[in-house]
């Protein structure tokens, strides 16, 4: 039977970077000098900053009541479209991505709908665009909720992640002056289950700020391990490091420390290997995993999987038989 545990997940534990905050400060940038404004009065139109890790806003301009709602939303967006006032400054959505349309749901949520490439966007400059647009069109009074849109189909993100309608209090101002967007994550993670040679699923309910990729959090909570609960045990060595970890066309590349050789008594390599695939293949779209060691292939990994493209197995997981796995 799977545990379910609810965790939260801070910054720290996943990336020690300054990428984790979505904003800083709301600062307004203007072209002749910076300064921090509290008037609350103040339209804000979001930016992020030249190396897209954080954003900003400047004052912009409210568009009219006398326009209608849709064409207000529309002279909105056309801010956001244009180039910032201050170089420091980049607007939020790139060139390649296109804005389809916008228009009011059935449920009086705005709806934004962008073109194919934007499935395609890194993960932090996905989430500070989407964290920009919602917080600059709810500042409309006719405005609570914002849904995101690709090719008319409503967003999906890594994971299955549905963000749904969006509002600003969805974007929460944290402690240090920064502010980031949450949302609620279900990951299904691998451990030897004490009481039998096999892996055994344990279901994480995080809190997820989108700063990192789901492979990163993944790993990193597989390197924690299952804590102190008596039915599962550590899995990957004591001392294992993750040193990179990347996607690309359903093959995740994970490359670790030597530590990760050292392989656990009564574990041993075939379960330590597959706690890894497995729990990374039950993201969306991940068919494959290669392991690398210090950016070195293992010939002992070759066994596994052709070239050392690895593959889930159903059949080292209890209660699950080969030939019922999910995808």
């Known amino acids: 039977m799977s545990l379910l545990r609810k965790l939260l997940i801070t910054a720290v534990l996943l990336i020690a970077v300054s990428v984790v ?12 000098a910076k300064s921090k404004v509290t008037d609350e009065d103040t339209f804000k139109i979001f930016r992020t900053d030249v190396t897209e890790s954080s954003l900003l806003w ?3 301009e409210a568009p009219g009541e006398s326009l209608g709602k849709i064409e207000q939303v529309r002279a909105v967006l056309d801010e956001l479209a244009s180039t910032p006032k201050d170089k420091d400054m980049k607007k939020l959505l790139p060139g390649n991505v296109p804005l389809d349309s916008a228009y009011f749901g059935r449920d009086g949520q705005l709806i934004i709908s962008f073109g194919k490439a934007y499935a395609g966007l890194p993960t932090v400059t996905e989430l500070l665009l989407r964290a920009g647009y919602v917080k600059t069109l709810c500042q ?6 914002v849904e995101f849109y690709v090719e008319d189909t409503p967003l999906v993100l890594r994971g299955e992640v549905v963000p749904g309608l969006m509002k600003q209090t969805d974007f929460v101002d ?11 994550v279900e990951l299904t993670l691998y451990f030897v289950k004490s009481s039998e040679k096999m892996l055994g699923s344990v279901i994480y309910i995080v809190t997820y700020d989108g700063s990192s990729s789901y492979e990163e959090l ?20 004591e001392g294992t490091v993750i040193n990179k970890i990347t996607s690309s066309d359903g093959i995740v590349y994970v490359d670790v420390n030597e ?14 290997v597959y706690s890894l695939v497995n729990s990374l293949c ?6 494959k995993v290669q392991i690398t060691v210090n950016g070195t292939a293992r010939k002992a990994f070759e066994k596994y999987g052709q070239g050392g ?19």
């Open 21 to 32: 905050t979505a904003c800083s400060g709301e600062q307004e940038v203007t072209s002749d």
């Open 58 to 60: 400047e004052s912009g």
């Open 140 to 145: 409309l009074e006719f405005v609570d909720y």
């Open 174 to 184: 944290n402690t240090g002056d920064t502010t980031y967007f949450r949302q609620e």
């Open 218 to 237: 993944v790993s990193r909570l597989l390197v924690r391990g299952p804590g102190d609960d008596p039915e599962f045990v550590p899995t990957l060595p």
């Open 259 to 272: 530590e990760f050789l050292n392989y656990r008594e009564n574990i041993g390599e075939e379960l330590t």
């Open 282 to 287: 039950e993201l969306q779209g991940i068919m």
């Open 309 to 327: 493209f690895i593959e889930r197995r159903p059949d080292l997981i209890a209660n699950e038989k080969a030939g019922e796995a999910d995808g």
